[in-house]
């Protein structure tokens, strides 16, 4: 007898927990993957994700194949397909890996109600719903105690699944992002290697780099981070690989802890987002705050003209800009400059979140929604343990600082190539002469500041305290 294993979000064999559960009880398997077409058209996705997610679906795909196993692929409505392939190969059980978003639980909440028996399994993170709680018994929203418990407690190691065979069944094609709708933007920069190749590859070249992590990862003009949120997001690495690989350099480097730490303390900020999202689902649609639910922001259609400015890179402040045009050109986005443009659209140009984070959702290569709501509930002062509302990032001095000579800022905005050191973060202050001499005229070649940051971040707080409990 056969039993299913419905292939989600986990795009890889080993340590995908229920592929493992399921080998460990079962000889024949059936690796399911259900392209749910309605779900492109309905979603608000973007070309990096969805070829994310495409690339890494196939490359899965052929190296099932090469081990003479395969994955059954079907398309249409999850509920449908899967009645249909139970009912066609009269399997005994049906095995998944947990998502914790509000649209993953409704659909995962029909599959329950199926005359079959089905076994989900924790995955996706280290811990998660209510498996870190207060002594009190409640959820954390604050991350500092949250974390202490995080890193005191036992964690899974990762596994191998066991032999396993694949039954042969018709298996549709998987549709190409033409005809899911999806085309490469112009002059998009793609990086990324989405498979287990290019997440283990990933890996090693940050094995590399980790001791630095903690002096170096704010610089956004190095190349100081992972870069392994896609490959989390959709599996090509496990969480517990790469903790456990990080756990391996801290044995051998017993004087040098503080780099692997901080590391560990981003994945530990990954699972709080994710236990957030599970247990405040409200949180992707209405502020974790509720006394700053009464806000009102500017809708994109309201503030066009700034909005505009803000999603295509053209604010006048470099630094921001700088950030925007790397997400446009890779489809990712340093983690300072996610901070930093999340401000800027908040406190300075008083942006509607729902309306950036449909944005960043459309344009993030590692869009998972409970980070993202986290990060930018985080930078608008609304969320669980967010930046004060009175601590406005300063967008001028926030690139002095970490992008000290302009690297950051010169690789993304070409116009501002020649610019000298001394005006790399404030180029509308180049006198004519130094605007002649760097080819770049302000005002036509790279715009004024939008606004004047002094006075928004007054007006900022005040709106802030207008409303505040
Ligand atoms: C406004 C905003 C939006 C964000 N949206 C996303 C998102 O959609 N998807 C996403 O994966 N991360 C998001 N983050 C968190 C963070 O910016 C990215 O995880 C990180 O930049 C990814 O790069 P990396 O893999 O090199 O990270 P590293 O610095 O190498 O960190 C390792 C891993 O830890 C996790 N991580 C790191 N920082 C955070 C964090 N602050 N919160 C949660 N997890 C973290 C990621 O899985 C990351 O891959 C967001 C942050 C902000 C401020």
Not at 59 to 74: A, G, H, M, P, S
Not at 352 to 360: G, M, N, P, S, T
């Amino acid at each position: 007898m056969s039993a299913i294993v419905w292939i989600r979000r986990s795009l890889r064999e080993y340590d995908n927990t229920a592929l493992v559960e399921a080998s460990k009880k079962h000889e024949n398997l059936i690796p399911l993957y259900i392209v749910d077409d309605k779900y492109f058209q309905k979603a608000s996705l973007g070309y990096p994700r969805v070829k994310f997610w495409h690339s890494a679906l196939q490359n899965f795909k052929r190296q099932l194949k090469e081990k003479e196993k395969d994955i059954i692929v079907r398309k249409g409505n999850p509920v449908e397909e899967l009645n249909k392939i139970i009912e066609e190969t009269s399997a005994e059980k049906l095995y998944f890996n947990r998502d914790y978003s509000p649209y993953s639980r409704k659909r995962d909440k029909k599959i329950q109600e199926f005359d079959l028996e089905t076994e989900s399994f924790k995955d996706l993170v280290m811990f998660e719903k209510e498996e870190i709680l207060s002594n009190s018994g409640s959820p954390y929203k604050t991350y500092t105690y949250y974390a202490k418990k995080w890193f005191n407690k036992d964690k899974d190691r990762p596994q191998k699944p066991q032999k396993y065979n694949v039954p042969e069944l018709e298996s549709e094609e998987i549709p190409s992002l033409k005809e899911l709708g999806f085309e490469i933007p112009e002059n998009f920069e793609w990086e990324w290697n989405p498979s287990r190749e290019g997440g283990m590859k990933r890996l090693s070249l940050f094995k590399q780099k980790i001791l630095d992590y903690d002096s170096d990862r704010d610089y956004a003009w190095k190349d100081a981070t992972s870069k392994l949120s896609p490959h989390l997001k959709f599996g090509t690495v496990s969480i517990r690989e790469v903790f456990w690989e990080t756990e391996r350099i801290k044995a051998k480097n017993p004087d040098n802890l503080s780099g692997i730490k901080t590391w560990q303390e981003e994945l530990a900020w990954r699972d709080f987002y994710f236990q957030m999202l599970y247990n405040f689902p409200e949180s992707g649609e209405k502020a974790l705050q509720k006394q700053f639910r009464d806000l009102e922001w500017r809708s994109k259609k309201e503030a066009k003209e700034d909005w505009e400015a803000w999603k295509n890179g053209e604010t006048g402040f470099p630094f921001v800009d700088a950030g925007m045009r790397q997400l446009k050109k890779t489809g990712w986005m340093h983690n300072r400059l996610r901070m930093v443009v999340t401000s800027f659209a908040c406190k300075d140009l008083w942006l509607d979140w729902r309306d950036v984070h449909e944005f960043f959702n459309e344009n993030f290569v590692d869009a998972e929604l409970a980070s993202m709501i986290g990060g930018i509930q985080w930078a608008y002062s609304i969320g669980t343990d967010s930046q004060p509302y009175f601590r406005v990032f300063n967008p001028w001095t926030q690139g002095e600082k970490y992008d000290p000579n302009g690297e950051y800022i010169r690789r993304w905005i070409p116009e501002l190539k020649n610019v000298p050191d001394n005006h790399i973060h404030r180029p509308y202050k180049m006198s004519q002469i130094a605007e002649n001499k760097s080819d770049c005229v302000i005002g036509e070649d790279y715009p004024r500041p939008i606004v004047d940051h002094s006075e928004m971040r007054e007006k900022s707080i005040k709106k802030f305290e207008a409303v505040r409990e």
